[in-house]
């Protein structure tokens, strides 16, 4: 038996709170959290299913210049879509530059406003 049972959340390190709100709640459509406790920093609590994403607004200690143009060979989020038809006109519209995934699925990669390398993936047997 694995002494891990599930992944909970992920935090990612953003300069501004509500820049990244509207990347991840407004663009992305992920709900907010109420019960944040007071941690002394701005920040957010994100549901993606039965875990979340914690944006947490506080000084960055790695670069956000340099990266790979390709977020497949960065350190990244992985997060599954329902309709990825969808996410690729909301990107397209918010003017947002993506690179598909070079492993022949139907994903993409794109950046949130730190730099933060995010892959998205059409959910098998989804409206893709």
């Not at 891990?4 to 992305?28: G, K, M, P």
């Not at 390709?70 to 003017?95: M, N, T």
């Not at 949130?112 to 390398?117: E, K, Q, S, V, Y």
């Amino acid at each position: 038996m694995a002494l891990i049972s599930a992944l909970h959340h992920v935090s990612l390190i953003v300069a501004d709170t509500e820049t990244s709100l509207r990347f991840y709640r407004d663009l992305l459509g992920l709900p907010v959290r109420p019960d944040r406790p007071k941690l002394g920093f701005p920040g957010a609590w994100l549901d993606l299913g039965s875990q979340q994403i914690h944006l947490l607004e506080l000084p960055n200690p790695d670069a956000v210049t340099g990266r790979p143009e390709h977020g497949g060979r960065d350190r990244h989020l992985a997060l599954l879509v329902s309709d990825f038809d969808v996410v690729v006109q909301r990107l397209e519209a918010a003017g947002l530059r993506y690179t598909l995934s070079r492993s022949g699925r139907r994903a993409l990669f794109c950046r949130d406003p730190d730099g933060n390398a995010v892959e998205l993936i059409a959910r098998a047997g989804g409206s893709d």
